[in-house]
């Protein structure tokens, strides 16, 4: 396994507990302080965090629709006026009746 170095900061109280803690286990530092991440991480997430996750990008897809609504207005349109001259210019050249 390559391994990174991943400083951080505490206080000399919180430090002196982590090695307690460790010595008292058999294990290092390092181990405790992996295996506390990993288990951190795999929790499940709070679900008011997702809420609120949700409520954001719902807050988005209501601010993007008037937009995006008008901008396909915008294109139909278009392409109803695309398709008169394509027809005008048809029925000039006889090819559609």
């Not at 460790?22 to 679900?47: C, F, H, W």
């Amino acid at each position: 396994m390559q391994t990174e170095r991943v400083t951080y900061l505490t206080s000399a109280e919180q430090k002196a507990a982590l090695e307690a803690f460790a010595k008292l286990r058999g294990k290092s530092v390092g181990n405790v302080v992996r295996e506390a991440t990993m288990r951190y991480i795999a929790q499940p997430r709070d679900e008011s965090e997702e809420e609120a996750e949700l409520a954001a990008l719902v807050a988005q897809v209501n601010e993007a629709l008037p937009k995006m609504n008008a901008s396909i207005d915008q294109m139909i349109e278009i392409m109803r006026v695309t398709h008169e001259e394509v027809d005008r210019t048809l029925r000039a050249a006889g090819i559609r009746k």
